[in-house]
């Protein structure tokens, strides 16, 4: 009988160093891990990403009504994207009668600045 050889799954496990013999590791709660990857997320989608820049970019706050033709999307999707944004503490926002109207947090605009900076100058 043939001798079958190991699967890649028990092949990686016994290529990984044993636990403790390491010294990697994060000084993150899990909490701080999950709302970093939470903001990151609300980041991942082109809509959302566009969205946040342009209330980042502008000089006054935005309403729903000026990002919808900026954009090319429907309300509905614009609205979407703003409660993430908002869910994820990149934008905030205010209510005058019907009218809903957002600026991007501090957070947000340090995420793009560092955005900016990294990007090696090729999109100034």
Not at 3 to 27: F, I, L, N, W, Y
Not at 58 to 81: D, I, K, N, R
Request: a negative charge.
């Amino acid at each position: 009988m043939a001798q079958q050889e190991p699967t890649p799954d028990a092949a990686d496990e016994t290529d990984r160093p044993a636990p403790g013999c390491c010294s990697v590791g994060h000084q993150l709660p899990e909490r701080a891990v999950a709302a970093d990857v939470d903001t990151l997320a609300a980041l991942g989608n082109d809509t959302r990403y566009e969205t946040l820049r342009l209330i980042a970019d502008a000089e006054h706050a935005v309403c729903v009504c000026e990002l919808e033709p900026a954009l090319g999307v429907s309300q509905s999707a614009v609205s979407q994207a703003l409660s993430r944004l908002f869910g994820a503490g990149l934008v905030d926002r205010r209510k005058e009668g019907r009218w809903r109207y957002y600026t991007a947090t501090p957070r947000a605009e340090r995420i793009l600045g560092v955005l900016d900076e990294t990007r090696g100058g090729e999109h100034d």
